[in-house]
């Protein structure tokens, strides 16, 4: 199916094939959908224009392979449809609107790059399940979701791993800290632990005892003791050292991948006896950056 070009006819009969092309293939066709065009022009040949009625468009065929939006809107890529399946037949800054990944794409020498931030207006990992459900497989490098109610902006680190970069600091959590070893965080805002963006969150914990005494060791040891544990979203990527001198005694600790605070050292003196405080605390990197 190929257009035959212009002729100017005379008195002659038209045959089939002129009739055919220099008529039906060049003239242009309107078709109810992308669906209905694909399946009557089977074998398209370039510079076919149409018409699709649904989403009131003109479209011409280019490169073959390609079907182009004469006045500029580009083609969608829908839930359960793959990037690379659009790349065929494209240019270098061709663009499509992406509704599983809630943003545009631009075709690039390193293939599909995100044109336009994804804008979204629930939690993170919220977007990420959604995305997940549509067929997103991954997030490229630098890939970026904003979401607007809270004002932050995470860029992704590949897979669908997620650093905060930007935005408002999350507001300091001051529940949701069991208390164990023989301790208890003292609560009403005095422990808190706070995102403060970049993938790195702020520890402040004040410990008080509840049983029997610790014994300190004239160097200030103790027995490495958890008193507790930060809520999950807060654990660090790796151990981190905990201190503190701003209340009673100067501690030593560190916080676990896990979560737990241990306590390790204070300052020499008297043992920790039922009713002491003891404070620790940290800046530390989060395991999950997307805080």
């Known amino acids: 199916m190929a257009g035959l070009g212009w002729r100017r006819f005379t008195r002659e009969k038209l045959t089939v094939a002129d009739v055919q092309g220099y008529l039906m293939d060049q003239s242009v066709m309107k078709f109810d959908s992308i669906a209905q065009r694909d399946a009557i022009l089977v074998t398209p040949s370039d510079g076919m224009v149409c018409y699709l009625e649904d989403?009131?468009?003109?479209?011409?065929?280019?490169?073959?392979?390609?079907?182009?939006?004469?006045?500029?809107?580009?083609?969608?890529?829908?839930?359960?449809?793959?990037?690379?399946?659009?790349?065929?037949?494209?240019r270098l800054g061709d663009r499509i609107d992406s509704l599983p990944y809630e943003c545009s794409f631009i075709v690039t020498p390193a293939g599909w790059r995100q044109a336009s931030v994804a804008t979204i207006d629930?939690?993170?990992?919220?977007?990420?399940?959604?995305?997940?459900?549509a067929g997103v497989e991954a997030w490229h490098n630098g890939?970026?979701?904003?979401?607007?109610?809270?004002?932050?902006?995470?860029?992704?680190?590949?897979?669908?791993?997620?650093t905060l970069i930007g935005g408002d600091e999350l507001p300091p959590v001051t529940s949701g800290f069991p208390a164990v070893g023989g301790f208890a965080?003292?609560?009403?805002?005095?422990?808190?632990?706070?995102?403060?963006?970049?993938?790195?969150?702020?520890?402040?914990?004040?410990?008080?005892?509840?049983?029997?005494?610790?014994?300190?060791?004239?160097?200030?040891?103790?027995?490495?003791?958890?008193?507790?544990?930060?809520?999950?979203?807060?654990?660090?990527?790796?151990?981190?050292?905990?201190?503190?001198?701003?209340?009673?005694?100067?501690?030593?600790?560190?916080?676990?991948?896990?979560?737990?605070?241990?306590?390790?050292?204070?300052?020499?003196?008297?043992?920790?006896v039922v009713g002491d405080q003891i404070s620790l605390g940290g800046t530390y990197r989060l395991a999950d950056h997307s805080l």
Not at 76 to 89: D, E, H, N, T
């Open 143 to 162: 890939f970026q979701v904003f979401n607007t109610p809270v004002n932050r902006l995470w860029v992704s680190r590949g897979g669908d791993a997620f």
């Open 55 to 90: 989403i009131d468009s003109m479209w011409y065929r280019e490169s073959g392979e390609l079907w182009r939006p004469l006045e500029g809107q580009w083609p969608q890529q829908q839930a359960g449809q793959s990037l690379p399946g659009w790349s065929a037949g494209l």
């Open 122 to 133: 629930v939690t993170l990992a919220a977007y990420i399940t959604r995305a997940k459900a």
């Open 185 to 272: 965080f003292v609560g009403g805002g005095t422990t808190s632990v706070q995102s403060l963006g970049n993938g790195t969150a702020q520890l402040y914990a004040v410990a008080a005892k509840t049983d029997a005494a610790l014994a300190v060791s004239a160097t200030g040891d103790v027995p490495n003791t958890v008193i507790g544990k930060v809520p999950t979203a807060y654990a660090p990527m790796v151990a981190s050292t905990l201190t503190s001198g701003s209340h009673g005694r100067g501690a030593f600790g560190f916080i676990a991948p896990n979560g737990d605070v241990t306590l390790t050292a204070v300052t020499p003196g008297a043992n920790i």
